[in-house]
């Protein structure tokens, strides 16, 4: 009885202490599943977080969808579309002026993809028109980030590296990693037959050959039963072979699929079919790389791509086909936890497409066939060390290689240099005509009018 009384009497803290040592759950703030009209939304592809603005874009699958806005408190606010010019979105990015950048790909056959320039006030003032890129004759753009210099950075559906641009989009140059030659071998008895491969790689096929191969497929697939109530033309084609690292000295460019710019101007580029993050300084120096392909925890099957939070020094990766976010340190790449799994539940995922970090360290995931987009609180406070030991790790910035390894100011090694290079690609600098920055049409406070189309500039990228 007197044990009991203890019990009850005692502030809540003394006995809830141990619970408080372990991390904090991680929570799903708000579930968005509407749009400005009050439709709901279906397959949610791309979300961008305006940290200045404190506003979130979001993309939507499907032809001729408008970009929604929605407010600091996740109201929606507004839908951008044809009235504006965009009819083919496929990234968001807003710079330090407030001027929007959005990614659109080919909306006919003569048409080329693009980068279509908005000043704050959402009016069209200027196009890049990504033709005639050297290498690249239909490059479609998915996304960007703006360098501190003003260089644009532009990563492109399934191209070797990213383009480089400058603050008018002229051409400049390509940055493309080199990376380990991946060869195929075929499988041995009783391996799984499912494992992915470059579809560029495939091997001919004769048509009989072909109907055997989907008809082998169908059955493993059925009994998998991984891709369940995931519509045909977005299962990922498997293949009876390995893959397996061919000699050291063969090296091949990288496909890269999402690019990111930290504050301190380090670059981020992702690779899906290499399941690899490969960062560089802001001159374009290779740092580092990490990350590594496979369907346990820690490791990224198909990665879609990465957001950053700054204040906490991590990368946050998003894996479409396992369902889950990664997350790494972003100093050294170590892996430090994932969460989500697929379910239709608050706080999983079913084919997550993208991911970003508000300003208040809030992760906002594109639940794409759960139609909705999750705002989740990862707690990292409770997850990795104190702030200060963590500014500590932060300090040991990459310096230059020691006998093969990376080592700190201290000479300590931290990491293993991978096998890697990199390459830039120098091609003569495009043309372009005077462009007006609009900032006289920019008023403060924005209309849903249709707006006023001032001259729009375009910018073409051509060679001399």
Request: glycine share 8%.
């Amino acid at each position: 009885m007197v044990v009991f009384l203890f019990v009850m009497l005692c502030p809540p803290h003394l006995y809830a202490q141990e619970d408080e040592k372990g991390p904090k759950p991680i929570s799903t703030l708000k579930v968005i599943n509407v749009d400005d009209s009050g439709t709901d939304i279906t397959f949610p592809m791309f979300v961008y977080a305006d940290n200045i603005n404190d506003e979130l874009y979001l993309l939507r699958g499907g032809s001729f969808n408008p970009l929604v806005v929605y407010d600091s408190e996740f109201y929606p606010d507004i839908s951008l579309g044809r009235g504006r010019t965009i009819y083919t979105p496929q990234c968001v990015y807003t710079d330090d002026n407030g001027l929007l950048y959005v990614c659109q790909g080919s909306s006919g056959p003569e048409s080329f993809g693009k980068i279509s320039v908005f000043n704050p006030a959402f009016f069209p003032i200027k196009e890049i028109v990504l033709d005639n890129i050297p290498g690249s004759r239909d490059f479609m753009p998915s996304n960007l980030a703006i360098s501190r210099s003003g260089n644009i950075y532009v990563s492109g559906q399934h191209t070797s590296g990213i383009l480089v641009l400058d603050n008018e989009g002229r051409f400049l140059r390509r940055l493309v990693p080199m990376d380990k030659a991946v060869k195929k071998q075929k499988a041995e008895a009783g391996e799984n037959p499912l494992t992915l491969a470059n579809p560029t790689e495939e091997k001919e096929l004769t048509e009989e050959s072909k109907v055997e191969k989907e008809e082998e497929i169908n059955d493993e697939t059925k009994e998998s039963g991984d891709y369940f109530g995931l519509p045909a033309e977005l299962i990922p084609k498997a293949r009876s072979n390995q893959l397996f690292l061919a000699e050291p000295d063969e090296m091949v460019p990288v496909k890269i699929i999402d690019v990111v710019i930290s504050r301190e101007g380090n670059i981020f580029l992702l690779s899906e079919f290499r399941s690899k993050i490969y960062v560089y300084d802001s001159r374009e120096n290779f740092l580092f790389s990490f990350g590594s392909k496979g369907g346990t925890s820690g490791k990224m099957s198909r990665p879609q791509n990465l957001a950053l939070d700054e204040k906490w020094g991590v990368v946050y990766i998003v894996d479409y086909m396992r369902h889950t976010i990664l997350v790494f340190s972003m100093r050294s790449g170590r892996f430090l936890f994932e969460f989500g799994g697929r379910g239709w539940s608050e706080g999983w995922f079913n084919y997550p497409k993208h991911v970003a970090v508000n300003r208040l360290g809030q992760v906002i995931v594109a639940d794409y066939f759960n139609h909705r987009v999750q705002i989740m609180d990862v707690n990292l406070d409770s997850r990795l060390p104190m702030f200060d030991q963590l500014q500590e790790q932060s300090s040991q910035l990459p310096m230059p290689f020691a006998g093969g390894e990376r080592v700190t100011s201290a000479g300590t090694p931290v990491m293993q240099t991978p096998e890697i290079t990199s390459v830039t690609i120098p091609f003569p600098t495009g043309r372009s005509v005077g462009v007006n920055t609009g900032s006289s049409l920019a008023p403060v406070m924005r209309t849903l009018q249709t707006p006023y189309a001032p001259a729009i500039e375009k910018t073409q990228v051509k060679e001399r």
